[in-house]
């Protein structure tokens, strides 16, 4: 009769389908994602850098350093990065620190409305000029 060890069954597939030690079960390996634009986006956006901020430095990821720099913009005045900072709200919603800290559904509204009166200036501010140039 056959010994224990060749038995074929549950469980106990044939010595010759069994791998062989050092071999792997899959050859080809996992396949690779593909690279994409979102996923090439995201994996950026996390990697971290050094930045210097009240006198300590501190490693933050560039997606939290580009929303200080959007955010110091807006601060400064710049139109645009308040357009910016206002749609990510709105898409995004209004973080819960800022909403504790004041900042609610009606500030914004009165910070677009400004937003609206400034792009209506600036769009006659530019009409004005357009009409004094000589042709």
Do not use: C
Not at 59 to 83: E, P, V, W, Y
Not at 113 to 135: A, G, I, V
């Amino acid at each position: 009769m056959e010994d224990d060890n060749d038995a074929v069954g549950y469980k106990r597939p044939p010595k010759s389908k069994q791998y062989k030690p050092g071999q792997s079960g899959n050859p080809s390996g996992r396949t690779k994602k593909v690279a994409n634009l979102k996923n090439d986006l995201a994996a950026e956006l996390r990697e971290s850098i050094v930045i210097h901020e009240n006198g300590r430095t501190r490693r933050i990821t560039k997606q939290q350093a580009f929303i200080k720099a959007l955010m110091a913009s807006a601060i400064k005045g710049d139109i645009r990065a308040i357009n910016a900072i206002v749609a990510y709200t709105r898409n995004f919603g209004a973080p819960d620190q800022v909403v504790e800290d004041g900042i609610g559904s009606e500030d914004l509204t009165l910070l677009q409305d400004y937003l609206d009166r400034e792009r209506q200036r600036r769009e006659q501010l530019h009409l004005s000029k357009l009409k004094k140039e000589p042709k």
